[in-house]
Nanobody
Framework: QVQVVESGGGLVQAGGSLRLSCTAS????????MGWFRQAPGKEREGVSC??????????ADSVKGRFTTSRANANAKTTLYLQMNSLKPEDTAMYFC????????????????????WGQGTQVTVSS
């Protein structure tokens, strides 16, 4: 059984930072490009970032470029996905999800949720003004 788990969300003031993490069981993340998505109440889920299987290529939504950084690291034979979020703004408030793409690369429509499977339950990020 595949389980994807995000962590690291919380409440932070505008201008602050958070680091989200994503791990998986029953799934070897090394074989997948990984994405971060977010969904605010009443809005559609939107792509935030994507990182290819090796970590050599990353993609970001225009709204987070220069502020967010995605990375992946392997320790003790387990891969963890990260999203470092700096200079947070109230409009970054949303539930954040990680997901494995049905490919090892992020090319094409990386921002499309439909290209991803194996979703986590999300972690809430709230940025106060």
């Amino acid at each position: 059984q595949v389980q994807v788990v995000e962590s690291g969300g919380g409440l932070v003031q505008a201008g602050g930072s958070l680091r989200l993490s994503c791990t998986a069981s029953g799934l070897t993340l090394d074989y997948y490009a990984m994405g971060w998505f977010r969904q605010a109440p009443g809005k559609e889920r939107e792509g935030v970032s994507c990182i290819n299987w090796s970590g050599s290529s990353t993609y970001y939504a225009d709204s987070v470029k220069g502020r967010f950084t995605t990375s992946r690291a392997n320790a003790n034979a387990k891969t963890t996905l990260y999203l470092q979020m700096n200079s947070l703004k109230p409009e970054d408030t949303a539930m954040y999800f990680c997901a494995a793409r049905r490919s090892i690369v992020c090319s094409g429509s990386w921002w499309s949720p439909g290209d991803f499977g194996y979703w986590g339950q999300g972690t809430q990020v709230t940025v106060s003004s």
